[in-house]
């Protein structure tokens, strides 16, 4: 294991490399988001963010934080790429230029280990609305430090679950287990093939990237056994148990599959399952409002249940976007004060009334699951998202002791890169250009080279 500065120094060499590769954005949009006030008489604060739906519509809203704080709000809203870049070069080099970032459960634990991050301890034990119980206990888990600080709170969050056409099941005579097995999802994707003209059984990711084809594949290798790394860092991604559940993924999809499947992703399967070009879909919770949405030709024919199993009891993801203060920030205070208000039960009550139940940034408590507004727009799949978040252990989420947390990635800095190249070879696998055997012999080394040696000094 690596500790204490030799860590520290291995996390800004795998920064440094990251930059130099991807470069830094341009400046980003955003401006001023304040307004009311006292035109910034509490003070001023910068926040960085990625230009998700729900970010966009906490611009809208964040006149009425300015009018009820004084605190004027400067946004810089970047793509997700572009905004991950630009945060981690803000908070390597700790400038102090954002009070306040976008940033994930993927970043929080190694961010918190190079003290980046501020701890939120101080300002939650003062702060008694925001209420911190009310947090969904896998959210606050995967936001928390080695320490058992809290570094981040949740602005929305997600899992991964099986999404499939009840009509089309009724067609078929067939019937979707509340808990599936992966076995039994691979049986019935076979005998709902063709079901409807040209209708394929399921659809899954098969684009190349750590957060494409990897975030549900390492899902599947968790459930089937395998991991990506020992806890002594011993990389294990030609391990029987990995390259089971690879072959298993990649002769899944290739049989009953998606047209297109080496380059499709989270979109491109989404856009198969609105269209009904497929029957079912495993992939993230966040989709559900999408398919239900006024619209959609395929709202109210959808059925959800569990992500699939094998040896695990539960295995879908979890993922948060969430907010970060920056330890070099002049403004923590203030920056305290912006979180409490942008995650808080009341601001989910402001987008619900303002701009509607179904755009509410929820996943992250457990109010918003109780409140029958909310409960009416989500109601096909609201229990089955909280289920599958309520379910979610980043920190066990297989069948042995890992080296850091994190179900569908590996929270170090590394695994990014280690994984969009591992990616590669499997969808080549996809593709029929390669064997599962040879991918992840390729991938095997990576991963040593890329993480074993560095990690097992």
Known sequence: MVGGQTRRAALAAAFSGALLVAGCSGAGGGGSAGGGGEDGAGGSINVIMVNNPQMVDLQELTPRFTEETGITVNYTVLPENDVRDRITQEFASQAGQYDVASISNYEVP??????????????LAGDEEFDQDDILPAMESSLTGEDGSVYAEPFYGESSFLMYRTDVFEQAGLTMPDNPTWQEVADLAARVDNVQPGMRGICLRGQPGWGQVFAPLTTVVNTFGGTWFEEDWTAKVNSPEFTEATQFYVDLVRAHGEAGAPQAGFTECLNNMTQGNVAMWYDATSAAGSLEAEGS?????IGYVAAPVVETDSS?????????????????????EFISWASSQGYEELVGEELGWARVPAGKRSSTYENPQYQEQAGPFYEATRNAILAADPQSPGVQPRPAPGIQFVAIPEF??????????VSSAIAGQTSVTDALNQGQRVAEEQVT???QQ
């Open 110 to 123: 190694f961010y918190s280990q190079n003290d980046w991050l501020a701890p939120l301890d101080e300002y």
């Open 297 to 301: 030709p395929v709202a109210g024919k």
């Open 316 to 336: 879908g993801w979890l993922y948060t976007w969430a907010w970060g203060i920056q330890e070099a920030s002049q403004n923590k205070e203030d920056a305290w």
């Open 416 to 425: 990014a890169a280690m994984a969009t190249q591992v990616s590669q070879f």
């Open 453 to 455: 040696q560095v990690y």
